[in-house]
């Protein structure tokens, strides 16, 4: 029950990142991917995370910041980078 919050409150930040107004500059961008391994989460969380600075008209800027936690059924990874107009 747990993961199911924490994956829909993960959900909702990267939404409201995606619609959130882009400033000048550059800004933290995130996206969570799943899979039922490590490595296919993390394709998942980087392939977000690439549409989402796409989709906010930014260029990807710095490394990628990946975050990833085993669960019973899936493994869950969150990506981070910076965006810039």
Known sequence: ?????RTA????VATALVAAPASAGCQP???VGTGVTEGIAKLMAEAALK??????GMKPSGEI???C????????C????????
């Open 1 to 5: 029950m747990l993961k199911i919050i």
């Open 9 to 12: 409150v993960l959900t909702a």
């Open 29 to 31: 961008v995130g996206a």
């Open 51 to 56: 549409n989402v600075i796409e989709g906010k």
């Open 65 to 67: 910041k990946m975050k």
């Open 69 to 76: 936690e085993a669960g019973t059924l899936y493994t869950e």
């Open 78 to 85: 969150s990506a981070h980078r910076m965006g810039c107009k």
